[in-house]
């Protein structure tokens, strides 16, 4: 082995030395390596002068190089594939080669805190460098799936939810979340969604709240300024509250964007099959207070997809939601309708469907036999006064699948036409 010293001040070619020093491990040709001045440090020495910022550049870049060729080397980049290679002698599917033919995320993102976690994943806030806004994304981990599902239909299923992403990312409805992208890293999937403020549940459960606050003091003062309606206003993430605003009033508006979205859905020929208030989110738009319809549970679908089918009960017991589920085994459009119907009564009442009805240490049970008859969760009581509110509920509500309305005749009753300047 030879160590190299090289003189800066010298450009001939007699300024490098070669300094015999003791080799501790020799190669099996024995000897030692000499270098040809024709190339390599000949080479080093005429080329010019790069810093180290530019070579951690480069050899970034280098490394980014080879990670892309692996990826499409084992076909992690382009259409959903079912390897050829992963078939045993037995004729047992192993692991499906599963890459998705959808859109990447088009701009460079940086992940941020974490705002919830499913059985199959995590969302959570995450930056786009490009132009510091704020998006959400959601990360599946395919691998956990994969293992509770049958291998001869994974890739399958997987196509039809790919495939259903793709057509979601198609829709831009001003009442739909937008999906903006999706990329997979080995046995991930990142969808990357608007980022909105809160749910409907959250943002209808403050104003309740306020609203209370403010009675109390109004009530203990035994008087209401004008100046305290504006020491009373709170800004919630750039959301104004303020005694005035009329809950009834709200979910009006609100039930007219929920229907608009839904036939926009229904009309694309995708089901949402959760519709609920933990899954519609609020916006402000100029002043306006506008709903979106999102978290198609898409993470959820792909472990129910994958299960047996055998277990045929699988869809009516566990697809959505047990408080917003149909009477009907399969989901249809209507099962939107359904689901929304019992949304309405979440957004009036700040209560789930059936819990009026029901134990806590029983309620599973008891729904689940109340939907076998064909049965409803009751209205409550206080929303009989609600007439055009009740009647639109039990239109949701019509146990029979087939004479339940849809998106479009629901945006002719009077319920969701009254007009709101909120």
């Known amino acids: 082995?030879?160590?190299?010293?090289?003189?800066?001040?010298?450009?001939?070619?007699?300024?490098?030395?070669?300094v015999p020093t003791r080799q501790r491990n020799r190669s099996n040709t024995g000897g030692h390596r000499r270098f040809d001045s024709s190339g390599g440090i000949h080479e080093l020495l005429?080329?010019?002068?790069?810093?180290?910022?530019?070579?951690?550049?480069?050899?970034?870049e280098k490394r980014e190089q080879e990670l892309q060729q692996k990826l499409r080397e084992r076909k992690q980049i382009g259409q959903i594939l079912s390897s050829n290679n992963t078939t045993t002698t037995s004729g047992t599917t192993l692991d499906p080669v599963i890459s998705l033919k959808t859109r990447n995320i088009d701009f460079p993102w940086r992940r941020g805190t974490r705002i919830g976690q499913g059985g199959a994943g995590v969302a959570f806030r995450a930056i786009n460098c490009s132009n510091g806004s704020i998006v959400c994304m959601k990360e599946i981990q395919l691998s956990s799936i994969?293992?509770?599902?049958?291998?001869?239909?994974?890739?399958?299923?997987?196509?039809?939810?790919?495939?259903?992403?793709?057509?979601?990312?198609?829709?831009?409805?001003?009442?739909?979340?937008?999906?903006?992208?999706?990329e997979k890293y080995k046995r991930t999937i990142y969808i990357c969604m608007e980022y909105c403020l809160s749910t409907v549940n959250e943002f209808l459960n403050d104003i309740r709240a306020f609203q209370k606050r403010a009675h109390n003091r109004k009530s203990n003062s035994g008087l209401w300024s004008d100046s305290s309606d504006q020491d009373d206003e709170i800004n919630t993430d750039n959301v104004r509250l303020a005694p005035s605003l009329n809950v009834n009033e709200l979910v009006r508006g609100f039930v007219k964007q929920l229907l608009q979205a839904l036939l926009a859905l229904h009309e694309h020929c995708i089901v949402h099959c959760d519709v609920k208030g933990d899954n519609i989110f609020i916006a402000n738009q100029n002043g306006h207070y506008i709903v979106k319809l999102g978290d198609f549970n898409l993470s959820h679908r792909l472990e129910l997809e994958s299960r047996s089918a055998n277990d045929s009960d699988s869809r009516s017991t566990q697809f959505g939601t047990l408080y917003f589920k149909p009477p009907?085994?399969?989901?249809?459009?209507?099962?939107?309708?359904?689901?929304?119907?019992?949304?309405?009564?979440?957004?009036l009442t700040g209560k789930l469907p059936w819990t009026n009805v029901?134990?806590?240490h029983e309620e599973r049970i008891y729904i689940q036999n109340q939907l076998l008859a064909k049965k409803g969760p009751p209205i409550p009581d206080e929303l009989k006064t609600e007439h055009e509110a009740?009647?639109?509920?039990?239109?949701?509500?019509?146990?029979?699948?087939?004479?339940?309305?849809?998106?479009?005749?629901l945006l002719d009753h009077p319920y969701p036409r009254v007009r709101t300047d909120s």
């Open 146 to 182: 994969a293992s509770r599902s049958l291998p001869s239909t994974y890739p399958e299923k997987l196509r039809r939810i790919a495939a259903e992403i793709e057509m979601i990312m198609s829709i831009n409805h001003p009442n739909i979340v937008r999906y903006f992208g999706i």
């Open 46 to 60: 005429m080329s010019p002068f790069i810093s180290p910022i530019e070579r951690i550049q480069q050899s970034m």
């Open 390 to 409: 009740y009647d639109f509920i039990q239109l949701c509500l019509t146990p029979d699948v087939n004479e339940r309305p849809l998106a479009k005749a």
């Open 1 to 18: 082995m030879y160590v190299i010293l090289i003189n800066s001040r010298s450009n001939s070619a007699s300024s490098i030395l070669t």
């Open 358 to 360: 029901t134990r806590p």
């Open 328 to 347: 009907e085994p399969e989901y249809v459009y209507q099962s939107d309708i359904w689901a929304l119907g019992c949304t309405v009564i979440e957004m």
